[in-house]
């Protein structure tokens, strides 16, 4: 980046340079020095314009400016405009108490008309070079920009689209490099998910069959500790199962309409599995709602299972939807959040009293109600009194 830098200093230098000669090299050729003057010789004889005269003034009576002072102790010749059109020449007489003034004689107007063009002009090329420096800048930096935001909706392997000559090919070519890691890293964890939720299965399969076999041989404690110990780890791969699917979700994620009463009737036969003690009720008002049923599907799922860890005997599923978005909230009558968790949604984050799961639920949760654009609130069940988790979106339906 450092190389970029001096590079482009370098130009910049060169440029202004280039620029600030050429124009030099024009007003030397259209404004002679100070000390040489051009008359108009028109000016001069024409009737209604009046001769100029050769006077001598006292040295003490010309007030002048340092510079110009230096000029006229040197024997220079100096020109002062006493109104708009009549201009003095003076110089030092042998007597350098007196000063030979020569005047009125009549302005020409080429300094005034040409000078503003050439200002113009001059600090318009530098402005043009300044732009010729900056654009391709924020040019490869808005491409850079775009690259990233569609990164960061779908991670893949990239390729540069900068130039090596560009300013910021440096930082393009880490971006490039660090994106390229991360898409293995999140291919790795893919793998990894699958092989820890389909490949488990197996080996605990033939665990089980092989505790089922030796029932005889051990004693109860030892059976009940070794089926827990197995339903851990079916737990966890069921965890990772529904992690795996949450990454195949997030590119393949469609929203459309959906009937509230449709859509629940379909969830209630996934929750059959749950303790006869533990009632379940699903509500819902309005008639559809915009969102992912897929995804939603997985929520809903991991709530109640969530709340079916610590509900006493109750769990509720309401889903809600009007003109200004929709709603899903899944409350419980157990002990709730014991305190503010600010860090719960995160993954792998559980709280005190949970000592079963996995913290994978809720992080699997705010995951899909970010692609909602919905915001996830976690607190205590006003009705039940136990814990409540809500999502709320803006969305509304087509």
């Known amino acids: 980046m450092q190389q970029q830098f001096y590079r482009l200093f370098l130009f910049l230098v060169l440029s202004c340079a280039l620029v600030i000669w050429s124009f030099s090299q024009i007003v030397e050729q259209l404004y002679p020095e100070h000390n040489q003057y051009m ?99 924020f040019r490869d930096l808005q491409r850079l920009q775009k690259t990233a935001i569609e990164f960061g909706e779908n991670p893949q392997h990239l390729t540069l689209n900068i130039s090596k000559h560009s300013a910021i090919y440096p930082l393009a070519k880490a971006f490039n490099k660090v994106a390229n890691q991360i898409v293995n890293l999140v291919d790795l964890h893919k793998a990894l998910s699958k092989i820890i939720s389909h490949e488990v299965r197996t080996p605990l399969a033939r665990m089980r069959f092989a505790l089922a076999l030796s029932q005889q041989q051990l004693a109860p404690q030892y059976q009940q500790r070794l089926n827990a110990d197995l339903d851990e780890i079916e737990q966890l791969a069921t965890s990772y199962l529904s992690f795996a699917k949450l990454e195949h979700l997030q590119h393949e994620k469609t929203l459309q309409p959906v009937l509230l009463v449709e859509f629940i009737e379909k969830l209630r036969p996934r929750f059959t599995h749950l303790p006869p003690a533990i009632r379940l009720r699903f509500s819902s008002q309005g008639e559809q709602a915009c969102f992912d049923p897929a995804a939603i599907s997985i929520v809903v799922q991991n709530l109640v299972t969530n709340a079916a860890r610590f509900a006493k005997q109750q769990i509720e599923v309401q889903l809600t939807a009007d003109d200004q978005g929709w709603s899903l909230s899944v409350e419980d009558d157990g002990p709730g959040f014991l305190q503010s968790t600010p860090d719960v949604l995160k993954a792998f984050k559980r709280q005190q009293q949970d000592d079963k799961g996995f913290g994978l639920g809720l992080y699997i949760v705010s995951q899909i109600a970010n692609w909602h654009q919905a915001q996830v609130q976690v607190k205590q069940s006003a009705s039940l009194g136990g814990a409540a988790v809500s999502i709320s979106t803006q969305l509304t339906p087509p």
């Not at 350098?96 to 000078?115: H, I, S, Y």
């Not at 002009?121 to 420096?133: E, H, K, P, R, V």
């Open 39 to 137: 008359l108009n010789i028109e000016s001069l004889i024409a009737p209604e314009h009046p001769l100029p005269s050769r006077s001598l003034i006292a040295r003490n009576q010309l007030a002048l400016p340092e510079s110009l002072a230096n000029l006229l102790e040197q024997g220079k010749t100096i020109a002062l405009a006493h109104d708009a059109t009549s201009l003095y020449y003076y110089q030092l007489s042998a007597d350098p108490t007196q000063v030979v003034r020569l005047g009125p004689l009549q302005k020409t107007a080429q300094t005034e008309d040409v000078m503003p063009i050439l200002l113009l002009a001059f600090y318009g090329c530098l402005t043009l070079i300044a732009i010729m420096l900056i654009w391709p800048v």
